[in-house]
């Protein structure tokens, strides 16, 4: 892990008078201070949220039209069964929730990275099958501070960020790395969700 | 029909198939397959090569990687079968104990703490206290420590950062100091508050 500076660790805990810092590591309070406030932000409202509100918006029908009530036989050829089971499964199985509410076995996984002028940063992981696109970061006010929050099953997960589509940095900030074990020493972060 | 579609669709070569070069799909199911027929967790190799794929990994390594994968899995069962005789592995204790061995924890320091709970949390929490220049006994011991004050779970990392941290106060203290302290403190270690302020109190820098 990485070492702080003890007096810059103090002003952190309410500790010491920031003010009374050295100018670089004043710099360095202002940044991660500023990251703390990213972090506090609670995650944006989840697609479940919206498509609720959205539910809830419409007002209900007082009587349903009669073509609503006749009984309906739909003939399936087989290679129409097998796309609605790829679906349904693509819908059960999506490794990632949307939701701004954890269950009881999972918590809110918040990602921030500091990449002054990268285009776009994702994190790629254990958590999403390593599949690219999956959870992208924002730069709102294009300060190099990308962040972003998800909802993860409690556990220990691996995962890294892509930069600019090409390049894989292990997250800085993460605190826990572990060798990816394919021989050329690259490390992948390590996060731990508790529930 | 539907059941038996969702499973083929979740079986590790269907997984496996367009995330991987084609090339290295004989091999890794091949290691898949060894997996299964030992009764070993087949999740985390399926993970490795998911990643190995994604990162373009050439082919020879990264069915290395996952064969070095499968070899640490064989070795997490033995850890476990000898530190938990008296119950069956759990693939998820022997995913526990890979992982622990991947982050480089002794086998004789992972089955020290085995008895007791889940594995994940503990063999983290003593991970953690090895990386920051804790010895390793004296990491278990204060694990164990904390158990007897009945901290359990994630309540575990919570000591960990607790050492940490003392280590880092100003004045510097030793590991021995820093262990000392916290151990006086338990069971009343402080819990790290979420979102996760453990990212926000260390320097940015490596790799930004």
Known sequence: ?195 | MTLLLLLLLQSPHARLEGRVPTAALPGLDSLIEQAVAESLPTEPLVQKALEGGAKGIPVPRLVNGVRHGLVQLRDARAIVSRATPARASLDGDVAAVAAALARGLDPRLIERLLPGEPPGPVLHAAADLVAHGFPADSAAELLRAAQQQGLHGTRLLDVAVAASHELQREGGRTPVEALARVRAMLPNVPVATPPHPRTVTRRPGRGS
């Open chain 1, 1 to 195: 892990m990485t070492v702080i500076d003890p007096r810059l660790q103090e002003a952190l805990d309410g500790e010491r008078d920031p003010a009374a810092l050295p100018a670089e590591l004043r710099e360095a309070y202002a940044r991660l201070t500023a990251a703390a406030a990213l972090l506090r932000e609670p995650p944006a409202t989840s697609v479940a949220d919206r498509v609720m509100a959205e539910i809830r918006r419409e007002a209900p029908a007082p009587r349903p039209p009669n073509w609503l009530l006749r009984p309906v036989t739909f003939r399936l050829r087989p290679v129409w069964t097998l796309a609605v089971a790829a679906a349904v499964a693509a819908v059960v199985f999506l490794p990632l929730r949307e939701s701004a509410t954890p269950g009881a076995e999972e918590g809110v996984a918040q990602f921030v990275g500091h990449f002054p002028g990268a285009r776009s940063v994702e994190v790629v992981g254990s958590f999403n099958d390593w599949q690219r696109g999956a959870l992208a970061l924002r730069d709102e006010d294009n300060d190099g501070i990308w962040h972003g929050a998800v909802v993860l099953p409690a556990g220990q997960h691996e995962y890294m960020f892509v930069v600019d589509g090409e390049r894989w940095v292990a997250d800085p900030l993460a605190g826990r790395y572990v060798d990816d074990g394919f021989g050329a020493g690259q490390q992948n972060a390590l996060l731990i969700v508790r529930p």
